[in-house]
């Protein structure tokens, strides 16, 4: 499995909005479960959204009711919509995609700045 790339981060004001792209290559099939993380500078990267092949979606509780994690299956892209947002969710933001043969694959993340 190669890389995913992500892309879509900028610098944009509190409440704006802003939707970061993962691009997968190969077969998305033997895809098990993708993820978004961040990871705000001095702090842990911290788990921001997921979903799997079986449907079950999660967010953070900062996230909830502001982000939305989706897929284009056609295009091989998993996207995260993210609206109002806020200073603290500066960060760079990274997808993930967890294998059925139990590969995880990092993006090399994508840099968001929100400005107060």
């Known amino acids: 499995q190669v890389q995913p790339v992500d892309s879509g981060g900028d610098l944009v004001q509190a409440g704006g909005s802003l939707r970061l792209s993962c691009l997968f290559s190969?077969?998305?099939?033997?895809?098990?479960?993708i993820s978004w993380s961040r990871q705000a500078p001095g702090k842990q990267r911290e788990l921001v959204a997921s979903?799997?092949?079986?449907?079950?979606?999660t967010y953070a509780d900062a996230v909830k009711g502001r982000f939305t994690i989706s897929t284009d299956i056609a295009k091989k892209t998993m996207y995260l919509q993210m609206n109002s947002l806020k200073p603290e969710d500066t960060g760079v933001y990274f997808c993930?995609?967890?294998?059925?043969?139990?590969?995880?694959?990092w993006g090399q993340g994508t840099q968001v700045t929100v400005s107060s």
């Open positions: 979903t799997n092949i079986r449907g079950t979606t």
């Open positions: 190969g077969t998305i099939f033997s895809i098990n479960a």
């Open positions: 993930n995609a967890v294998y059925l043969n139990g590969a995880s694959k």
